[in-house]
């Protein structure tokens, strides 16, 4: 007897987001400036070690920039 094909699950499927996508989620959130549409992408697609991960290396490359614009500037 000949069985049916199994129905395939309509859902996309999802990627594993890449560094890009989650550094750019990252960044769009540093300035506060996102679409709804892609917030909600990120946020079904992004595992929160992901997000506070590039979020600490975000903010300790901005805080690194900083003190160079500073020390280039005073010195």
Do not use: E, N, Y
């Not at 996508?21 to 960044?27: D, K």
């Not at 300790?60 to 020390?71: D, P, S």
Request: glycine share 8%.
């Amino acid at each position: 007897m000949v069985q049916p094909p199994q129905a395939r699950d309509s859902r996309p499927a999802q990627s594993k987001p890449g560094a890009l996508q989650v550094a750019g989620a990252v960044f769009w959130a540093f300035l506060g400036v996102r679409k709804a549409k892609d917030h909600d992408a990120d946020a079904a697609s992004l595992t929160p070690l992901q997000v506070i991960v590039a979020g600490i290396i975000g903010a300790g490359l901005f805080v690194t920039c900083l003190v160079l614009i500073v020390h280039f500037v005073t010195h």
